[in-house]
């Protein structure tokens, strides 16, 4: 494909785009529910995305949405928004958000083992094995389960969640490839959006977080995150989805292990988070295992 000077600009400036948002909507997440109940924060944050998204859609001449188009919406909003953003956002109360992206940053490793895993898929290079064996180490000494050296540096159940999370993000991604959709991605988009943040207002009013929640009580801070997370992050994804037509996938890809150096250096700086040397050892690791899996992938993906 023949690129104009015009269009790699744009995806390059695409690419920074999804490296530094993408990278601070972690620290927006911590801010948002240090005083709003998680799951009616990612909610409000999707109901709100998902609208723009429809309304993009539909100014764009998006065709209508058919009732076969919802089933695979809703699949990938449960997965995805709920799964992959609602826990996350539950996890972060207790989890640095710089922890977090990096535990994130793992999902190529679910991506290449689910993609093996389905009909035809294909088996990836012995690099690849070399990758998830580092990189499940590397998780395994961040999360410390055991204690080693006299204790645990960060909460084992949140930090659980969030490998959870990163499961279920992968899984609805590779779903969503192959799901019968909307034609219009930034319409499906929004129907995910429209369909996770739904849910995620039921999850909240199950679990009683409507009784918790207090209005008078939410800070600047966690208002300024929950906004910084309906616009921007929003506009992030868009910015995603275009790159994922405009670039190649191994290339957008490495946003995995560029987001979390980016939320650990905003974590620090902005909200003081301790990044201890065990830490950095262990983020080293993984940030090589993730390299090591990303750039396999790429290689395969031009095979095809």
Same mark, same amino acid.
């Given at each position: 494909?023949?690129?104009?000077?015009?269009?790699?600009?744009?995806?390059? +400036?695409?690419?920074?785009?999804?490296? @530094?948002?993408?990278?601070?909507?972690?620290?927006?997440?911590?801010?948002?529910?240090?005083?709003?109940?998680?799951? @009616?924060?990612?909610?409000?944050?999707?109901?709100?995305?998902?609208?723009?998204?429809?309304?993009?859609?539909?100014?764009?001449?998006?065709?209508?949405?058919?009732?076969?188009?919802?089933?695979?919406?809703?699949?990938?909003?449960? @997965?995805?928004?709920?799964?992959?953003?609602?826990?996350?956002?539950?996890? =972060?109360?207790?989890?640095?958000?710089?922890?977090?992206?990096?535990?994130?940053?793992?999902?190529?490793?679910?991506?290449?083992?689910?993609?093996?895993?389905?009909?035809?898929?294909?088996?990836?290079?012995?690099?690849?094995?070399?990758?998830?064996?580092?990189?499940?180490?590397?998780?395994?000494? /961040?999360?410390?389960?055991?204690?080693?050296?006299?204790?645990?540096?960060?909460?084992?159940?949140?930090? /659980?969640?969030?490998? /959870?999370?990163?499961?279920?993000?992968?899984? #609805?991604?590779?779903?969503?490839?192959?799901?019968?959709?909307?034609?219009?991605?930034?319409?499906?988009? #929004?129907?995910?959006?429209?369909?996770? #943040?739904?849910?995620?207002?039921?999850?909240?009013?199950?679990?009683?977080?409507? =009784?918790?929640?207090?209005?008078?009580?939410?800070?600047?801070?966690?208002?300024?995150? @929950?906004?910084? +997370?309906?616009?921007?992050?929003?506009?992030?994804?868009?910015?995603?989805?275009? /790159?994922?037509?405009?670039?190649?996938?191994?290339?957008?890809?490495?946003?995995?292990?560029?987001?979390?150096?980016?939320? +650990?250096?905003?974590?620090?700086?902005?909200?003081?988070?301790?990044?201890? =040397?065990?830490?950095?050892?262990?983020?080293?690791?993984?940030?090589?295992?993730?390299?090591?899996?990303?750039?396999?992938?790429?290689?395969?993906?031009?095979?095809?």
């Amino acid at each position: 494909m023949s690129l104009t000077k015009s269009t790699k600009l744009q995806i390059v +400036l695409g690419m920074l785009t999804i490296y @530094l948002i993408w990278g601070s909507t972690y620290l927006a997440i911590r801010f948002a529910v240090e005083t709003i109940p998680p799951f @009616l924060m990612a909610g409000v944050r999707f109901l709100f995305g998902g609208a723009l998204f429809y309304i993009w859609a539909k100014t764009q001449g998006a065709a209508k949405i058919e009732k076969s188009h919802w089933p695979s919406a809703i699949i990938v909003g449960l @997965l995805l928004v709920v799964g992959g953003n609602g826990l996350v956002s539950w996890a =972060e109360q207790t989890v640095p958000s710089g922890i977090t992206a990096l535990l994130i940053g793992f999902v190529p490793m679910w991506f290449t083992l689910f993609e093996w895993m389905r009909p035809k898929g294909i088996r990836p290079p012995r690099i690849v094995f070399a990758g998830l064996a580092l990189g499940f180490a590397g998780v395994t000494l /961040l999360i410390n389960p055991t204690g080693i050296g006299g204790g645990r540096e960060i909460d084992l159940i949140g930090s /659980l969640v969030i490998v /959870l999370a990163t499961i279920l993000w992968a899984g #609805g991604s590779v779903y969503s490839r192959y799901a019968h959709a909307h034609p219009s991605q930034f319409m499906f988009a #929004g129907m995910q959006m429209l369909a996770g #943040g739904a849910a995620l207002i039921v999850f909240g009013f199950l679990s009683g977080e409507f =009784e918790r929640l207090d209005v008078a009580a939410i800070s600047p801070a966690s208002y300024w995150g @929950l906004i910084y +997370l309906s616009t921007i992050g929003s506009f992030a994804f868009a910015v995603f989805i275009w /790159l994922m037509k405009a670039s190649t996938p191994a290339r957008v890809a490495t946003y995995a292990y560029v987001n979390p150096v980016v939320a +650990l250096a905003l974590g620090a700086f902005l909200a003081g988070e301790v990044v201890s =040397e065990w830490t950095l050892g262990c983020s080293v690791v993984i940030l090589v295992a993730v390299v090591m899996i990303v750039s396999a992938r790429g290689h395969l993906q031009k095979r095809r």
